[in-house]
């Protein structure tokens, strides 16, 4: 069971457009959620998060926005960058008990130059 | 900054072939994990540890076992390899952070194994 959802496995934009992924959850326990980015043959680096009482969080170029009530979180990057070509994870957190994170499937993100 | 190294990039191991995957972390991190990421399922948690001497199961704990006998080491192993068990294998250690922010994750570059 997929508690964590990232329904598109892959996205192209071009440079300096706005880059949208989306993520989508089911567990209404979670109340911490989590973005982040891979690159091939290295691990995943920790890029931005948002606590389940806000509903946006900015840094820099990356913007996470949460819909509780919809349980669908985004991340926004303006511009978009070559760099920015990964493979993005959104995870979620539970309140209780230990604090093992629940990942996504994952989206592909392709920058055009 | 936090090292987690695990010790081999690529495995080509045979099917029913007893495998050790080896992690070790460099900043006394108590918790560490051990994921395995394939298209289309994003990372699934096997097996983490919060202590020495202590393991829970994660999400697919079938097929493996894991071993924590020193605080920066942790092993993940395959009883019997499996061509189901071809993956990437990612392990992670974390540390609290803040109220705010709870745990901080840090991730090793991966192990690949093929499992032929």
């Known amino acids: 069971d997929q508690q964590v959802k990232q329904n598109s496995p892959s996205l192209s934009v071009q440079e300096g457009r706005i880059s949208i992924l989306n993520c989508d959850y089911t567990n209404s326990m979670f109340d911490y959620f989590l973005w982040y980015k891979k690159y091939p043959a290295e691990g995943p680096t920790f890029l931005i998060s948002i606590s389940s009482i806000k509903d946006k969080n900015e840094d820099g170029r990356f913007t996470v926005f949460l819909n509780k009530s919809a349980k669908h979180l985004s991340l926004h990057i303006v511009p978009s960058q070559p760099g920015d070509s990964a493979v993005y994870f959104c995870a979620a957190r539970r309140v209780q008990g230990n604090e093992k994170l629940t990942f996504g499937t994952g989206t592909r993100l392709t920058i055009i130059p | 900054d936090v090292k987690v190294t695990q010790s081999s990039r690529y495995l080509v191991k045979r099917t029913g072939e007893k495998v050790f995957l080896e992690c070790v972390q460099d900043?006394?991190?108590?918790?560490m994990f051990w994921y395995r990421q394939d298209p289309g399922l994003g990372l699934r948690l096997i097996y983490f540890?919060?202590?020495?001497?202590?393991?829970e199961k994660g999400d697919i704990p079938e097929g493996y076992s894991v071993s924590r006998e020193k605080k920066e080491r942790f092993s993940l192993i395959l009883e019997s390899a499996s061509t189901n068990q071809t993956s990437m294998y990612l392990c992670?250690?974390?540390?609290?952070?803040?109220?705010?922010f709870g745990y901080g994750y840090t991730f090793g570059s991966g192990t690949r194994l093929t499992v032929v």
């Open positions: 540890s919060y202590d020495v001497k202590m393991k």
């Open positions: 992670a250690s974390s540390e609290w952070v803040s109220e705010t």
């Open positions: 900043m006394d991190h108590e918790n």
